[in-house]
T-cell receptor
Framework: NAGVTQTPKFQVLKTGQSMTLQCAQD?????MSWYRQDPGMGLRLIHY???????DQGEVPNGYNVSRSTTEDFPLRLLSAAPSQTSVYFC?????????????FGPGTRLTVT | GDSVTQMEGPVTLSEEAFLTINCTYT??????LFWYVQYPGEGLQLLLK?????DKGSNKGFEATYRKETTSFHLEKGSVQVSDSAVYFC??????????FGGGTRVLVKP
């Protein structure tokens, strides 16, 4: 049971490049989400999903796309990277999309856009 | 909208000192409250939680009490260790499963 895994750990992009951050969980969790962490701002929700085929926007969705074709995977796509997207990205999951279920976080992806 | 405010760090302490990190919140309804800890180079781990007023969450010597009257959820530990050096995040969850985080407080414990 690996929990929540994220790849890559580190990535450097040039402005305008595209890439996909991978997130997978092996706990059969319904709920998955993406956050970005910036200094002094805590974590902010980008997108989330309450099940396969269902996604919705969080607090800061602009510049990011997601899809959820399987229960296990929830990739985050940057179509045209911008320096403002330099951040640490965390994926999280929980068994059910309700307040009583703990969210488990992956180890993070540190992204730098030059 | 929902918001969480916590004291800015860094907080520097000596081993065995008493630690308090203040956290206050604004939310509609009756949120659940959480403290997460992030050790260097790692993701966030749930430290403790409280789901209703006057509940006390506790774990690893840390405690926090859900105070609805003061909209607070302050984190305390009576005797910190070097291994407690980390960033601590206060968070709330109201509607659905969306977590709202405070800005984080870095704690450094010196031997």
């Amino acid at each position: 049971n690996a929990g929540v895994t994220q790849t890559p750990k580190f990535q450097v992009l040039k402005t305008g490049q595209s890439m996909t951050l991978q997130c997978a969980q092996d706990m059969n969790h319904e709920y998955m989400s993406w956050y970005r962490q910036d200094p002094g701002m805590g974590l902010r929700l980008i997108h989330y999903s309450v099940g396969a085929g269902i996604t919705d926007q969080g607090e800061v969705p602009n510049g990011y796309n997601v899809s959820r074709s399987t229960t296990e995977d929830f990739p985050l796509r940057l179509l045209s990277a911008a320096p403002s997207q330099t951040s640490v990205y965390f994926c999280a999951s929980s068994l059910r999309p309700t307040a009583s279920y703990e969210q488990y976080f992956g180890p993070g992806t540190r992204l730098t856009v030059t | 909208g929902d918001s969480v405010t916590q004291m800015e760090g860094p907080v520097t302490l000596s081993e065995e000192a008493f630690l308090t990190i203040n956290c206050t919140y604004t939310a509609t309804g009756y949120p659940s409250l959480f403290w997460y800890v992030q050790y260097p180079g790692e993701g966030l781990q749930l430290l403790l939680k409280a789901t209703k007023a006057d509940d006390k969450g506790s774990n690893k010597g840390f405690e926090a009490t859900y105070r609805k009257e003061t909209t607070s959820f302050h984190l305390e530990k009576g005797s910190v260790q070097v291994s407690d050096s980390a960033v601590y995040f206060c968070a709330l969850r109201s509607a659905g499963n969306k977590l709202t985080f405070g800005g984080g407080t870095r704690v450094l414990v010196k031997p």
